[in-house]
Every structure is written in structure tokens, then in C-alpha cells.
């Protein structure tokens, strides 16, 4: 893997060299990462596994014609080849009156900052080893847990770097640490199975292996004996774990391409309340240790923090150029790519901000309903918003968690779940998009 320097250098030669090969505009973005990976299972060790692996993907445009190649060979040979073919193939493509690089008076031009990524370490075979078998240790000795689908751990670093043609060069690199345990509890046909993990930045964020085993294991227990629902409307409180896909659906239908296309069900939503007036959503791309912190997008505008739905209300699109060109808007610092392709748009480190009461007390009124720890399926229409899910997880009763249930399906509209969903005040941040519990009203179960 090259340094960031490098990294930063090995991507301005290869857009200089597409300028000479023809190209009136050219970006180049390398990616590296190192990653080792250790699984083990019933106190054995199964597999030790060790990627490593670069590439240099460039963008040229001729006139409003724009094609994108990419090589997982360096050498400057390699490099003057792939430019000379990527020009060619723009040559041959359709104009595209959208396509062009990020406006350059909007490129980030300062330093890029440091939001504390890399941790810097090194970490053995034989440590992650240790770190996946306590995890297993843990959840196996839990009263209950009868088998297992393993520990694992990981550790790995990744490099970026960008450079285009308008002026901006730029990189930065990341580590990433983590720890998982799946097991099963109970015998025959009633066997049930859960997981716990955690990912960190920093080795020293990372949870305890042995806490995320006896969570594991715990939660595959307690899942034992589930029952099954009548069918009917009902009130559904989403666990952390899960609540946050509600958030993704969002993300999903403010992208500029989709808006563009026509093909969300927010078409008309931008600055109007579609949530209650109490929901704020942040998407923070420059938190200290965040799990998809970065300092430029994928065009080498500046990242920013910003509310995409602010007391209810949606803010803004996510765009990157293109989309924004089509949109007749500026493009919004959320442009995401790989070595492959143009941009898109995405999120960082997205998250829900929390309510004001705790989720026993967002539950104590409910009669009947389903807290639900687990979804299944991709069932949502994301030019209707129409809603349904494979989901299990617990019955409430009486205002608490009751027996565990499993094999109904919710559904729902997501204009309407946005509208009727209240969030509680457990927000943590352990995944790359996060939301605290929620509750949502109106929603439909369908069981028996």
C-alpha cells in the first residue's frame, strides 16, 4: 500500500497523463486496503484469512463524451495505457450534457482535516485469534446456547486518494477493528439463532469480546419458544439495531438520481415537514472516530455537517454534479464513487437525534404490540414508499417486553411511518447509521 503522499501523487500523474492523451477534463481516485480476518469455531480455529489490494480508477471527458477505466496496475507503463484507452473509449461514448467534473471554485482547497481514523496499529494473527475465540467462549457458556456459527475478528486499514484535473489533490486513510459471535439456542426444528458485533475505528473503542459473546448468546436465548400475532393494525418499537434502516429508506429517496429520475416517492418533499416536528436527522461526516468519516467527497468537495431533516422539515437533496446539473442546483459535498464509474450520492455518519423519554416509557401505553429486533427482506417501494418486512423479536404486553415472536410481517407507508414515528432517548453510536429506539404508530402485523 502506497502513503497518503504517494497515494495523492500516483493520482495527479495518471490525470496529467490523460490530459496528454487528449482529455479536456480528467479525476483519478486510488483505493488500497489491508485486511486480515480470523474465524473461529466450537473453540476451534476454521480460517485465517489476509487480503491486500490496490487500484487506480480514472475519469476522462472529451467535449460532453466521458468514459472510466480503471487497473490494479501501477507501473507507469500501465498507467499511460489506461489513459490512452480511456480516452478512446469517451470518443466512442453518447455526450451526456449533465457529465462534467465538480464546479472547481466549490473543490476543497485547504487542508483536509484530521478526524482521528487511523489508529496506526498493527494487529496480530494471533491476537485477533484470541479476541474471536473469547467472543465464542462467551456466548457458548451462556445457560441455553446448544451450538454455534462462530467468533470472528478483524483488522484492517484502507487508503483514498483523489485528484482531478480542476485543481484538487487529496487523500486520507482509515482503520477499522471488529468482533462478532452468531450462535444458536434450543434443540431440533426449535432452534433459534442470533449475533452480536461491534466495529471500531480504534482498537481501544472496540467493545470487549467477551461482552459481545454473552450478548450473543443471550439474545439467541431469549428468542427460544417464539409465538406468533393476529393479524391486525398495530404499534411497532424498532431495537437500535434495526431502527436505523428506517433512516437508510430516507437516504434512499433523497439521492439526486432518484429524484432526477422521477423515481422517489419525496419527489415534491424538499422543504416541506415530513417528519414530526421533534425529528432532526444529522448526517456528520467530520465525527471524531466516525465509522465513515471523511474530509472531501467523491469529487473533492468539501464535507460538511448537515441536517437532511431539520425539526421535520427535508433540507436539501443529495447531490453530487451531475444529478445537481440535472436539477438545475448546486451539488451538496455527498458525491460517493469506487475505482469504477462516475459518482453517486450517499451518506456518512448518519444518525437520528434522540428523544426525550426512555423506550420503557415510549412503551408503557401500549396494550398489544411488537418490538422488533430483527427484519428480513428488502420489501420497500421506493417510488410509492410502500412498506413490508419480514420481522421477529418480542411481544409488548401490557406496556412491557413479553414473549419473543417471530415470523409475521409489518407494513406500512413510510410517508406515514415518518409522520407517526417518535424516537427515544437510548441514541448510540455504533453503526454507520444510527437511531436511538423508535416507535411507530399505525403500522400493520400480519400473523395468523
Known amino acids: 500500500m502506497l502513503t497518503t503522499e504517494q497515494a495523492r501523487e500516483r493520482a495527479a500523474d495518471l490525470v496529467a497523463l490523460a490530459r496528454k492523451a487528449g482529455a479536456d477534463a480528467a479525476d483519478a481516485i486510488y483505493v488500497a486496503d489491508a485486511a486480515t480476518g480470523v474465524q473461529v469455531r466450537l473453540g476451534a480455529l476454521e480460517d485465517v484469512q489476509r487480503s491486500e489490494g490496490e487500484e487506480i480508477g480514472l475519469r476522462v471527458f472529451v467535449g460532453k463524451q466521458s468514459a472510466s477505466a480503471s487497473s490494479s ?6 498507467l499511460a495505457k489506461l489513459a490512452e484507452r480511456a480516452v478512446a473509449m469517451a470518443g466512442q461514448a ?5 457529465a462534467g467534473l465538480a464546479p472547481e471554485e466549490l473543490l476543497m482547497r485547504s487542508a483536509p482535516a484530521d478526524f482521528d481514523i487511523d489508529d496506526g496499529g498493527d494487529v496480530s494473527p494471533q ?3 484470541d479476541r474471536a475465540m473469547a467472543a465464542e467462549d462467551a456466548a457458548r457458556a451462556v445457560a441455553g446456547v446448544t451450538n454455534s456459527e ?5 483488522a484492517g486499514r484502507a487508503l483514498v486518494a483523489l485528484a482531478t484535473s480542476g485543481g484538487f489533490s487529496g487523500s486520507y486513510a482509515g482503520s477499522s477493528h471488529g468482533v462478532s459471535a452468531s450462535v444458536l439456542a434450543g434443540e431440533g426444528s426449535a432452534m433459534q439463532r442470533d449475533y452480536a458485533y461491534h466495529s471500531a475505528r480504534h482498537l481501544s473503542d472496540l467493545d470487549d469480546a467477551g461482552v459481545i459473546g454473552t450478548k450473543a448468546g443471550e439474545r439467541a436465548v431469549a428468542r427460544l419458544n417464539p409465538v406468533r400475532l393476529k393479524s391486525g393494525p398495530t404499534t411497532v418499537m424498532f431495537d437500535p439495531r434495526v431502527a436505523g434502516s428506517m433512516v437508510g429508506h430516507l437516504v434512499g429517496a433523497i439521492t439526486g438520481a432518484a429524484i432526477a429520475r422521477r423515481t422517489s416517492f419525496l419527489l415534491d418533499a ?5 417528519f414530526a416536528p421533534g425529528i432532526t436527522i444529522i448526517d456528520d461526516p467530520h465525527r471524531i472516530r466516525g465509522l465513515r468519516s471523511k474530509p472531501f467527497d467523491g469529487e473533492g468537495l468539501p464535507t460538511s455537517r448537515r441536517a437532511l431533516i431539520d425539526k421535520g422539515v427535508l433540507t436539501t437533496w443529495l447531490l453530487d454534479s451531475a444529478s445537481a446539473r440535472q436539477l438545475g442546483l448546486a451539488p451538496t459535498g455527498h458525491a460517493s464513487r469506487g ?7 450517499g451518506t456518512t455518519n448518519l444518525h437520528m437525534e434522540a428523544g426525550t423519554h426512555t423506550p420503557a416509557e415510549l412503551m408503557a401505553d401500549i396494550v398489544e404490540g411488537i418490538y422488533v429486533t430483527d427484519l428480513i427482506g428488502q420489501g420497500v417501494n421506493g417510488l ?5 418486512r419480514g420481522a421477529s423479536g418480542f411481544v409488548i404486553r401490557n406496556g412491557v417486553l413479553a414473549e419473543p415472536v417471530a415470523e409475521v410481517t409489518i407494513a406500512g407507508n413510510l410517508k406515514d411511518m415518518f409522520r407517526h414515528v417518535t ?3 437510548d441514541l448510540a453510536f455504533r453503526y454507520g447509521t444510527n437511531a436511538p429506539t423508535l416507535r411507530v404508530e399505525g403500522m400493520t402485523l400480519a400473523g395468523d
Open 94 to 98: 453518447p455526450e451526456d450534457e449533465f
Open 384 to 388: 410509492t414508499g410502500d412498506y413490508s
Open 339 to 345: 475505482v469504477g464509474g462516475p459518482p453517486g450520492a
Open 73 to 78: 496496475d501501477l507501473s507507469a507503463d500501465a
Open 150 to 154: 462462530g467468533g470472528s475478528a478483524s
Open 423 to 425: 424516537p427515544a432517548n
Open 127 to 129: 491476537a485477533l485469534r
Open 270 to 274: 424538499l422543504e416541506t415537514e415530513i
